[in-house]
């Protein structure tokens, strides 16, 4: 390629602009810097001494002054909110809201946040009208799925329904505790002083639906068939009761512990007590738990005797060796034992024991209950909470469905 001349010329001109455009530059940052408000750098200054009280103070004084700074006080509101310092965050927050100069996405953002940090400090009313504030802006499925958790930590089920319906109706996004919000709706109408049956089968149909339509679990269909039990227990159709609480054990084997007491009650109340008694062993046999095994133990020792029930438990206990159900076992035996004392004060012997002729029992029940009454509880497999009743909502970290239908010692 030949040499051309007017390169001689071009090459300094184009040094010569690139060296006034960074001069430009330079000057333009220079008179940004300056224009900046001398509270901002307090402020800073602030922080870097460790003053968050100041800082806030300062950031505020800004934020009247010079509009471009509301990113700076909606990243230390979420700072503060972070932190557990709400206070603060609902302070930042509320400032930018005094502003009357607040562009409308900004206002926005800021309602948001605010109604953010009223949920954090556990201001739910207040929480909630923040939420809905911003129900007709781009913030309103965060502001839905929020509206949720409120109405769910209040046990406002019928808002807590409403407010998953407007969620559903915008996005298709699965909601799998609406089943159990159903549920409870159903249980307290059935409970309440004057009980609807009509709307809690209504509940419990909705229930249904919501479960088929969210991927049904064992836990949700186990608590429907439990509620439809109940609803018909209460209405007086035994038989219905039976076939409810009798769907479990085949839909839901796990959960059969849940139901065994009811069910069995069921058939006592139906003059058919051997029969719920010979299900629940053959279903022991498919998917023996601990929970089943103290139902049937209990069943067979005031139906058919010591005997029975001690050849029944040895065996259980031969092929599924268990600290809790040993303690269940000696805890009857006592009882059985203390009925006997009575029984004898008028001078006959009392009755021997069936596990350990001449044995303290007491004593040896007191050392082993010592050590297994920290297995009989079931566990949150999300958060670790204990339990001695099982919950179909953790109440520790509130999440559902994390509960096996398990005692400890059985999962451990």
């Known amino acids: 390629m030949d040499f051309e001349p007017w390169w001689l010329i071009i090459v300094p001109v184009l040094f010569g602009l690139g060296w006034l455009a960074a001069r430009f530059d330079f000057r333009q940052m220079l008179s940004e810097t300056r224009a900046l408000p001398d509270s901002y750098f307090k402020g800073l200054n602030f922080l870097l001494n460790e003053q968050p009280d100041r800082a806030i103070d300062a950031f505020v004084e800004v934020a009247k002054l010079d509009p471009e700074t509301t ?6 509101g979420s700072l503060f909110r972070r932190r557990g310092e709400i206070e603060r965050a609902i302070r930042v927050h509320q400032s930018l809201l005094s502003r009357e100069d607040l562009p409308l996405p900004d206002r926005e953002n800021a309602q948001l946040a605010l109604a953010q940090d009223f949920l954090k400090a556990g201001m739910l009313d207040r929480a909630e009208q923040g939420f809905l504030a911003v129900l007709q802006t781009r913030h309103v499925l965060e502001a839905l799925r929020a509206l949720v958790r409120i109405h769910e930590s209040e ?12 969620l559903r109706s915008r996005i298709d996004e699965p909601v799998p505790q609406l089943a159990h919000y159903h549920c409870e709706r159903a249980q307290a109408l059935m409970e309440s002083k004057t009980p609807d049956f009509d709307a809690a089968a209504q509940a419990l149909d909705a229930a249904e639906n ?16 439990m509620l439809r039990a109940r609803w018909a227990a209460l209405r007086g159709d035994l038989e ?11 839909i839901a084997p796990e959960f059969s512990g849940l139901v065994a007491q009811q069910l069995l009650d069921c058939h006592a109340s139906l003059g058919r007590a051997a029969e719920g008694l010979s299900l629940l062993r053959e279903q022991y046999v498919r998917l023996p738990t601990l929970d089943l095994f103290n139902v049937i133990f209990r069943a067979l020792h005031a139906s058919e005797g010591t005997v029975p029930a001690w050849a029944f438990a040895r065996q259980a206990l031969r092929a599924h060796p268990s600290l809790l159900g040993l303690d269940r076992l000696l805890e009857v035996e006592l009882a059985q034992g203390a009925a006997g004392a ?18 303290d029992l007491s004593l040896l029940r007191s050392m082993i ?25 953790c109440p520790g970290c509130n999440t559902w469905e994390t509960y096996r239908p398990r005692r400890l010692e059985e999962i451990r």
């Open 240 to 250: 219905a009761q039976r076939a409810q609480l009798q769907d479990v054990l085949i």
């Open 71 to 76: 990113e700076l006080h909606f990243a230390l």
């Open 342 to 359: 009575e029984d004898s004060q008028g001078g006959e012997p009392l009755p021997d024991s069936a596990l350990m002729p001449g044995a």
């Open 369 to 393: 209950h010592k050590h297994s009454q920290r297995l009989d509880r079931y566990a949150c497999e999300h958060c670790g909470f204990e339990a001695r009743r099982y919950y179909w909502q």
């Open 210 to 225: 919501a479960a088929r339509q969210n991927g049904a679990t064992p836990a949700s269909e186990t608590r429907v068939r």
């Open 155 to 166: 046990h406002d089920w019928g808002k807590a329904i409403d407010a998953v319906q407007q």
